[in-house]
């Protein structure tokens, strides 16, 4: 499963027009920034995650870090409430807050199974099979019974 970070920094908008473009300049110098959300920036590599933090510090900016899971495909079963859709329209979601599963198998009993986990389920990324689900960090275990109840494989990732 692929993981991607997201450095967000504080609101710039007190600080002077030179200040903000010399600070655009210094994030393009420190890392491959591969997309945006407002002030959140996403790279794909730890080092380029790690050289933003410490950007980010430097200057006195620094807001959060977030590890985030890209999706491929989101369908609509997308809740923004455990991530956002950047402003180039693409998906992501916390891997603080997310668990990423596949069920192996197609069979009526892995449909059955679905069926009654799709309540928990926070996202899911189709561009892949077997599909990539995600629910909430807290409601493995809860998955987890739910495949044993109707003998499915789960796979977390």
Known sequence: MQTVYGVEHKELRNQGSGFISQFVRKIANAANVVDRDDRLCIVQSEEDFRALQDL????N????????YPLQSPTTTFNTDYGFVSTSNHAYLYKEMTIPFQVEN????EKMAMMQMEEHLVGEDDSVSPIIY??????KELIEQIASAYGVNVTFL
């Open 134 to 139: 995600f629910a909430d960090r807290k409601q």
């Open 56 to 59: 980010f510090q430097k200057e």
């Open 106 to 109: 197609e069979g009526e009993s």
């Open 61 to 68: 900016v620094l807001e959060e870090s977030f590890e985030l």
